[in-house]
C-alpha cells in the first residue's frame, strides 16, 4: 500500500483524531477498566485498514463497557424500588402514615429516574449496535475493495 498523497494524509489524521477521542472517552469514563488503548505510536505503525479497524473495535469495547455499567445501575435501582416497597407494605401494615407518604415520595422519585436510566440503557445499546455495524461494514467494503482489485488484475 503506497502511503503518499492527500486521501492517505486525511484518513491518517481522521484515525488519529478518532483514536486521541477514544483514547480520552476511555480515560474519562472508564478509568478502572481493563480495556486496552490505541496509543498514537501504535497508529503509526499500521497501515490505514488496521488503525481504523483498531480504532472501530476500541469504540465497540468502549459501548460495550459503558453498556454493562448502566445494565448494572438498573439493577441497583430495581433492587432499590423493590426495598422500597417492601417498606411501604411494613409502613402500611404499621398504619404509619407519615412513613407511607415520604415512601411513596421516594418511590415516585425512583421510577422516574429508572425510566431515564432505561432511555440512557436503550440509547447506549443503539450505539453500541450501531458501532459493530459500521466495524462489520468496514470490513465487508474492504473485501469488496480487495475483491474488484484482484478481479481487474485478471
Do not use: C, H, P
Not at 465497540?60 to 455499567?69: H, P, Y
Request: hydrophobic share 40%; glycine share 2%.
Amino acid at each position: 500500500m503506497k502511503r503518499t498523497g492527500k486521501f492517505f494524509t486525511s484518513t491518517m489524521v481522521a484515525a488519529i483524531a478518532a483514536v486521541s477521542i477514544v483514547s480520552s472517552a476511555s480515560a474519562s469514563t472508564i478509568s478502572n477498566s481493563n480495556i486496552s488503548s490505541i496509543s498514537f505510536a501504535n497508529i503509526q505503525s499500521m497501515d490505514i485498514e488496521t488503525a481504523l479497524m483498531m480504532v472501530q473495535k476500541e469504540r465497540t469495547k468502549l459501548l460495550d463497557a459503558q453498556l454493562q455499567t448502566q445494565i448494572q445501575e438498573v439493577q441497583n435501582r430495581n433492587n432499590y424500588i423493590a426495598d422500597l416497597d417492601s417498606q411501604l407494605l411494613v409502613a402500611q401494615q404499621n398504619g404509619d402514615a407519615v412513613a407511607v407518604q415520604k415512601l411513596k415520595g421516594q418511590i415516585d422519585a425512583a421510577y422516574n429516574s429508572q425510566q431515564m436510566d432505561m432511555l440512557r440503557l436503550q440509547s447506549m445499546s443503539n450505539k453500541r449496535n450501531e458501532a459493530f455495524d459500521v466495524m462489520t461494514n468496514f470490513v465487508k467494503k474492504m473485501q469488496d475493495s480487495r475483491s474488484s482489485i484482484i478481479g481487474n488484475m485478471r
